[in-house]
């Protein structure tokens, strides 16, 4: 079992920067591929980025460029910074573990555990 717990979300003017963090506990962290999806009210849950197990990453075309996903495997815990943040950028984001092997995942249903989400608010 692992347990996520993500922190950072909030209100932020347009043009303006958050880093999310996700805190993971239970098995071994640096086994599993991590992400960040998100999900705007009345919108399906979509990737935002993805790390392996062993750092490849993958980014949506829609934050590619202001975006980078990261892990520390000493601090179990995987973080998204985010530049240049966009109104479209408002959302809940959930950050997910899967045992992927070496393969960064991009589908929600590679994924088996998900925090609880974090708001992230972008004013205009």
């Known amino acids: 079992q692992v347990q996520l717990v993500e922190s950072g979300g909030g209100l932020v003017q347009a043009g303006g920067s958050l880093r999310l963090s996700c805190a993971a506990s239970?098995?071994?962290?640096?086994?599993?591929?991590m992400a960040w999806f998100r999900q705007a009210t009345g919108k399906e849950r979509e990737l935002v980025a993805a790390?392996?197990?062993?750092?490849?990453?993958n980014y949506a075309d829609s934050v590619k460029g202001r975006s980078t996903i990261s892990r520390d495997y000493a601090k179990n815990t995987v973080y998204l910074q985010m530049n240049s943040l966009k109104p479209e950028d408002t959302a809940v984001y959930y950050c997910a573990a899967g045992n992927l092997g070496l393969r960064v995942g991009i589908r929600r249903d590679e994924y088996n555990y998900w925090g609880q989400g974090t708001q992230v608010t972008v004013s205009s």
């Open positions: 239970g098995r071994t962290f640096s086994w599993y591929a």
């Open positions: 790390i392996s197990s062993g750092g490849s990453t």
